[in-house]
């Protein structure tokens, strides 16, 4: 990636020209006397450090042995759109899989270490779409065998809320709809490139968990391509209706554990998995058959859990073996 190695470059030259790197300030002592310049760094320095840091993380992650196994791609990558970098993970051949879900992850995930792990490292939200895939058991890295084929997107195309804001209680908290309303239309827009590039079809599946799930909401509001969406550990989807989401509500599933607060909130549209109006097909977290139970808000994707095996099959196209039978509605 060559674009890559000459974003590194003109980083380099930015901070090496960048004044000034910190500010001096002239401190009087009381009653007098001699004084003198403090120095402190300069904020904004520091910030186009940071990003230097998480520009080589990137670098470093996608040319690791691992990518490499994996046959990952970065579709983009934005440093000037928002506070953090903006990127979209591409895991397996995404223009030719027959499966292809695309995953938004939610609250205080970043590029680092979201997306892209510090020293050559798996992102952890990159991390959750490549257990979807080895869990359904298709075809995604290169050189697998396998009649039917699969590839995920993990996309961080916004800026995903972060405690500090939230404590803040700024309107890009988690407590704002902001950043997921503003995350809509680019997200739909990735649907809608991405079913256009294919070559052929795809099954496309259109993923979130936590505020990502928020997300996907509004860019489902905007977008007709994904056939099947699946959220987990979910505010709300900014409806619980299929209309309002251009879905059919036997495409539509949602898991959410007990003792999961975000997911039980509503706060956005109502809880997919609880709401009683709900269209969403309710997917069990609990141990059933060879499977463990999924606890609180984060171990959706674990491996060997229900809740992974459930979303690996709506990711392939396969109706979930463990279904809430009570959020089956007859229409």
């Given at each position: 990636?060559?674009?890559?190695?000459?974003?590194q470059?003109e980083?380099?030259?930015?901070?090496?020209?960048?004044?000034?790197?910190?500010?001096k300030?002239?401190?009087?002592?009381?009653?007098?006397g001699?004084?003198?310049?403090?120095?402190?760094?300069?904020?904004?320095?520091?910030?186009?450090?940071?990003?230097?840091?998480?520009?080589?993380?990137?670098?470093?992650?996608?040319n690791?042995?691992?990518?490499?196994?994996?046959?990952r791609?970065?579709?983009?990558?934005?440093?000037?759109?928002?506070?953090?970098f903006?990127?979209?993970v591409?895991?397996?051949?995404?223009?030719?899989a027959?499966?292809?879900?695309?995953?938004?992850?939610g609250?205080?995930?970043?590029?680092?270490?979201?997306?892209?792990?510090?020293?050559?490292?798996?992102?952890?939200a990159?991390?959750?779409?490549?257990?979807?895939?080895?869990?359904?058991?298709?075809a995604w890295?290169?050189?697998?065998?396998?009649q039917?084929?699969a590839?995920?997107?993990t996309?961080?195309?916004?800026?995903?809320?972060?405690?500090?804001?939230t404590?803040?209680g700024?309107?890009?908290?988690?407590?704002?709809?902001?950043?997921a309303?503003?995350?809509?239309?680019?997200?739909?827009?990735?649907?809608?490139?991405?079913?256009?590039?294919h070559?052929?079809?795809?099954?496309?599946?259109?993923a979130?968990?936590?505020?990502g799930?928020?997300?996907?909401?509004?860019?489902?509001?905007?977008?007709?391509?994904p056939?099947?969406?699946?959220?987990?550990?979910?505010?709300?989807?900014?409806?619980?209706?299929?209309?309002?989401?251009?879905?059919?509500?036997?495409?539509?599933?949602?898991?959410?554990t007990?003792?999961?607060?975000?997911?039980?909130?509503?706060?956005?549209?109502?809880?997919?998995?609880?709401?009683?109006?709900s269209d969403?097909t309710?997917?069990?977290?609990?141990?059933q058959?060879?499977?463990?139970?999924?606890?609180?808000?984060?171990?959706?994707?674990?491996?060997?859990?229900?809740?992974?095996?459930?979303?690996?099959?709506?990711?392939?196209?396969?109706?979930?073996?463990?279904?809430?039978?009570?959020?089956?509605r007859?229409?």
């Open positions: 990636m060559a674009w890559l190695a000459c974003m470059k980083m380099d030259q930015q901070i090496a020209d960048f004044e000034p790197k910190s500010n300030i002239w401190y009087s002592p009381p009653g007098g001699g004084g003198y310049y403090t120095e402190t760094p300069n904020p904004e320095y520091e910030a186009l450090l940071k990003k230097r840091e998480e520009l080589n993380n990137v670098s470093a992650s996608l690791s042995e691992e990518s490499r196994k994996a046959g791609t970065l579709l983009f990558l934005d440093n000037s759109s928002g506070d953090h903006r990127a979209a591409g895991s397996g051949d995404i223009d030719n027959d499966h292809v879900m695309v995953f938004t992850p609250m205080t995930t970043q590029a680092t270490p979201g997306l892209f792990g510090e020293n050559g490292s798996t992102g952890s990159v991390q959750s779409s490549e257990n979807i895939l080895n869990e359904s058991g298709l890295k290169p050189g697998d065998k396998g039917e084929t590839a995920a997107v996309w961080l195309g916004y800026d995903a809320p972060n405690w500090s804001e404590l803040r700024t309107d890009s908290s988690v407590l704002s709809s902001k950043e309303q503003s995350a809509g239309p680019d997200l739909a827009s990735f649907y809608d490139g991405l079913q256009e590039t070559h052929g079809d795809p099954h496309l599946v259109a979130g968990h936590s505020y799930s928020t997300a996907t909401g509004y860019a489902l509001r905007e977008s007709n391509a056939d099947d969406v699946v959220v987990w550990g979910s505010p709300g989807v900014t409806s619980v209706d299929a209309s309002d989401l251009g879905m059919l509500p036997d495409h539509m599933y949602a898991v959410g007990g003792d999961d607060m975000i997911a039980s909130s509503g706060r956005y549209g109502g809880d997919p998995s609880s709401h009683p109006e969403f309710t997917l069990l977290t609990t141990k058959g060879p499977y463990l139970h999924s606890e609180w808000h984060s171990s959706y994707t674990d491996k060997d859990t229900t809740s992974l095996h459930n979303i690996s099959q709506v990711m392939k196209d396969q109706t979930p073996s463990y279904v809430d039978q009570r959020s089956i007859s229409n």
